[in-house]
């Protein structure tokens, strides 16, 4: 005699969201009320992204894995919870409904004499698909981006005037296959007496553009490092506007010098759960427009840049999308 038993909750893998194990746990208490008409019946949820939004694919299946009930709920955002209720009360109301069914359907009349089983011929499964290669890049479903805002804070050197700091506020913005820009702005200050040349200080404030590749590591899905492999430019100005106190220099500062440089970039990318991210960042670039920069003849200080420049960063990003 068949008696009603509880169904088997699955979550096929794990849910792109922020919010996956609240999801989880949600859709078992909205369920666990419920009662199959046999036992070993399962309840099944697929957690998936789709353009916009998240997607969440239902199924209910029999003790011999036959399909009973499909269902498929989206919703535009990047939580699952209120997707996971959705589809803990349809399963409900479809279990329910097939508990009153069986109890309605008469018992099945007695088992007939076995008759002699019928042997097929034995066929040879069909040879397996090759995989497909895979690109070593980042990749979403068709029509998903992402998008992030960042800040971080930097040390630079080799433009004339020492060790310089200060912020950055940049954007991630993906436009597909992995590839990424990358646009921010910079304003930096000499940091005296950590460098070996700190006899003038300057303001430096400048923008940088990059494309990037983003290689995932072999993590799941928002519990990973990553690295960014990007090239770009930037182009700003420095302000030299004092000359030191050590230096005893009587002479006007040397002015203002326009930045044009050119160079790579890589960044190590830890994911901390919730789109928030921490970023390891190194710059080298090469300064189109460096210069030595003399003051009046007899005074023995001057700016001199190097040809190359070199960056630091270390910040948090955000990303909501």
Not at 81 to 106: C, I, K, M, Y
Not at 165 to 194: D, K, M, N, Q, S
Not at 212 to 220: Q, W
Not at 287 to 310: C, H, I, K, M
Request: with cysteine; hydrophobic share 45%.
């Amino acid at each position: 005699m068949d008696v009603p038993a509880a169904p088997t909750v699955v979550l096929e893998r794990p849910a792109p969201c922020r919010d996956a194990v609240k999801a989880e746990e949600l859709l078992r208490r909205v369920v666990a009320p419920a009662l199959a008409p046999r036992s070993s019946w399962s309840v099944i949820a697929r957690f998936t992204r789709r353009r916009g939004g998240l997607a969440v694919e239902g199924e209910i299946t029999d003790e011999v894995d036959a399909p009973v009930a499909h269902r498929v709920l989206t919703e535009p955002g990047v939580e699952c919870s209120s997707l996971a209720r959705a589809v803990g009360v349809w399963a409900t109301l479809v279990l329910d409904a097939e508990v009153e069914r069986a109890a309605r359907t008469p018992p099945p009349s007695p088992p007939q004499a076995p008759q002699a089983p019928v042997v097929e011929p034995t066929r040879e499964p069909p040879p397996e698909a090759p995989d497909r290669p895979t690109s070593v890049l980042l990749a979403h479903a068709d029509g998903e981006r992402t998008i992030e805002l960042g800040v971080s804070a930097f040390l630079m050197g080799g433009i004339g005037s020492g060790v310089l700091a200060g912020p950055t506020l940049f954007g991630i913005f993906e436009v597909g296959r992995g590839w990424f820009l990358r646009p921010g702005i910079l304003v930096g200050r000499t940091l005296e007496g950590i460098s070996a040349q700190d006899d003038v200080f300057a303001t430096l404030v400048a923008a940088r553009f990059d494309a990037c590749g983003r290689i995932p590591g072999f993590y799941i899905e928002h519990h990973g490092i990553q690295l960014d492999v990007c090239g770009g430019g930037e182009v700003g100005f420095q302000l030299f506007d004092a000359w030191s106190s050590a230096s005893g220099s009587t002479a006007p500062p040397p002015g203002t010098l326009a930045l044009l440089a050119l160079g790579p970039s890589v960044s190590f990318r830890g994911e901390l759960g919730s789109g928030l991210a921490v970023a390891l960042r190194g710059v080298l670039d090469f300064n189109l427009l460096y210069a030595e920069t003399g003051v009046p003849t007899g005074d023995p200080f001057a700016v001199v840049q190097s040809p190359f420049v070199g960056r630091g960063e270390l910040g948090l990003s955000w990303q909501f999308r």
